[in-house]
Antibody, heavy 119, light 110 residues
Framework: EVQLVESGGGLVQPGGSLRLSCAAS????????MHWVRQAPGQGLVWVSR????????SYAGPVKGRFTISRDNAKNTLYLQMNSLRAEDTAVYYC????????????WGQGTLVTVSS | QSALTQPASVSGSPGQSITISCTGT?????????VSWYQQYTGKAPKLMIY???RRPSGVSNRFSGSKSGNTASLTISGLQAADEADYYC??????????FGGGTKLTVL
């Protein structure tokens, strides 16, 4: 069974940093692209970032480019999102999601971790 | 990259069919057959319902179907059931090698 478990969320002050983790199990982690998607309270889904299966290719949404860094450790079956220079508008539940092999869709999602940026 | 455009809400009675539209541009929906649809219940993680415009993942009811014409994709749910009441989001791969979601549509089963 595919499982994705996010951790690392919490309360952080504006300008601060946080690193999210996503522990994957139930599939061959190194074979799949991985994504981060966020959802502000009461709002819709917003795609954040994607990393290729080998970690050599990444892409980011405009609002986070230059502040967030996606990475992965295939030996540890773990996906990361390093978030720097955090702003109030980054407050959201952050989901990790597995790409659906052979497709550009997001086939499996974790339950999310809440990041709150506030003083 | 602007969000794809979806109606804020749609509604239908049990047994009826409803269609949710999703409008983008030639740089996303119109340029690729990589439209997907997600169902999300309040407080839960999204679930993939349709991928590559019209393909259904294993386990998803055939009451759910997808299509695309030009820059607009559509999700149709036939034989509406109370359990279908949820938020639905479309998404597309884009020419910028990014992904974009729609604003979401709240489906109410009357």
């Amino acid at each position: 069974e595919v499982q994705l478990v996010e951790s690392g969320g919490g309360l952080v002050q504006p300008g601060g940093s946080l690193r999210l983790s996503c522990a994957a199990s139930g599939f061959t982690f190194s074979s799949y692209w991985m994504h981060w998607v966020r959802q502000a309270p009461g709002q819709g889904l917003v795609w954040v970032s994607r990393i290729s299966n080998d970690g050599n290719s990444t892409s980011y949404a405009g609002p986070v480019k230059g502040r967030f860094t996606i990475s992965r450790d295939n030996a540890k079956n773990t996906l990361y999102l390093q978030m720097n220079s955090l702003r109030a508008e980054d407050t959201a539940v952050y989901y990790c999601a597995r790409g659906a092999g052979g497709s550009y869709s997001l086939g499996y999602w974790g339950q999310g971790t809440l990041v709150t940026v506030s003083s | 990259q602007s969000a794809l455009t979806q109606p804020a809400s749609v509604s239908g009675s049990p047994g009826q069919s409803i269609t949710i539209s999703c409008t983008g541009t030639s740089s996303d929906i119109g340029g690729y057959n990589y439209v997907s649809w997600y169902q999300q219940y309040t407080g839960k993680a999204p679930k993939l319902m349709i991928y590559d415009v019209s393909r259904r993942p294993s386990g998803v009811s055939n009451r759910f179907s997808g299509s695309k014409s030009g820059n607009t994709a559509s999700l149709t749910i036939s034989g509406l059931q109370a359990a279908d009441e949820a938020d639905y989001y479309c998404s597309s791969y884009t020419s910028s090698t990014t992904w974009v979601f729609g604003g979401g549509t709240k489906l109410t089963v009357l």
